[in-house]
């Protein structure tokens, strides 16, 4: 696998519903150790509570399956706008049409996230038609298992540019805009192999640790101007990463890895923080799995 340089053919929509569901009355905030919870007073008096992230506009690459998929609908659920990035143009579209139901505005992207263009477009579409970029989730990658004597260049510089490069150009593009309001997050989605070496994974834990390090060095330069960068480590998920690459479907079925909707708990739970407050980094292990090594006899 060589990093092709692919034409982009690049296709947004902006669903939206022709009138949002409107609630006349006092838009109430309360105050928690959480984030804010937004409730509006309806006509009859009755509060009626809205999402975590109602008003809110998040973009999320790798978005049309396993982690990323789980991280937009989750969000989605929540209250937020979502951009979603990815090159299988009509999953994002079946994404859109949930979002729309949903009565959310959802931006479809359908790109190569390795490729500068992508980034760019992906940044200038969500600012231009939903005003901000709130949150930014690092999510898109890929897995190449082997052992060092069967990786080959090609496979070490696809896993590069999906993984760290894409982490990269979006982070790049997206910041401005961030540093004007002082505000915004950035999740970057690594794994267990960014923080552990396993055997069999050289080249794949390679990618992962630099998006550990660009975290770090990133919360350090940002976090000043108002901006929390972190990063979630899974362990193994239930999706089609890898597969054909290192895992068979079977394998995958029949393990205890963790399941996207959990990792896309983690996610959320780093977005919803307290403007005070900022979690830096998660590491999630399936019950299943010991941290390192082997469990005890």
Known sequence: MGVVSLLMAARIFACTESHRRSHAGVLAYKQ???????????RKGRFVQ??????????????????GLAVARRFLQEGADVVVVARRGERLA????????????????????????????????????LG?????????????????????????????????????????????SMLERG????????????VLG??????????KFAQVGFTQALDRELRPRGIKVGVVC??????????????????????????P???AEAVLLMATQPASARIVEIRMRPMVEPLAGRDPE
């Open 234 to 259: 899974p362990g193994g998920v239930k999706t089609e990463f890898a597969i054909g690459a290192g895992r068979t479907e079977e394998g995958v079925a029949a393990s205890g890895m963790l399941d």
């Open 32 to 42: 928690t150790n959480r984030a804010p919870i937004h409730e509006v007073r309806s």
């Open 94 to 129: 079946a994404f859109a049409d949930e979002a729309r139901q949903a009565g959310r505005r959802c931006v479809v992207v359908t790109g190569d996230v390795r490729e500068e263009a992508t980034a760019r477009q992906t940044v200038q579409a969500a600012l231009d038609t």
């Open 50 to 67: 809205m999402g975590k992230l109602d008003g809110m506009v998040a973009v999320v690459t790798g978005a049309s399956s396993g982690i």
């Open 198 to 207: 396993f055997a069999g994974e050289a080249a794949y834990c390679a990618t």
């Open 183 to 194: 505000a915004g997050s950035i999740i970057n989605v690594s794994s267990m192999a960014g």
């Open 261 to 263: 909707n959990e990792v």
């Open 132 to 176: 901000k970029i709130d949150i930014l989730v690092n999510n898109a990658g890929i897995g190449i298992y082997g052992n060092l004597v069967d990786t080959s260049a090609d496979d070490f510089d696809a896993m590069m540019a999906t993984n760290m490069r894409s982490t990269f150009l979006f982070s790049r593009h997206t910041v401005p």
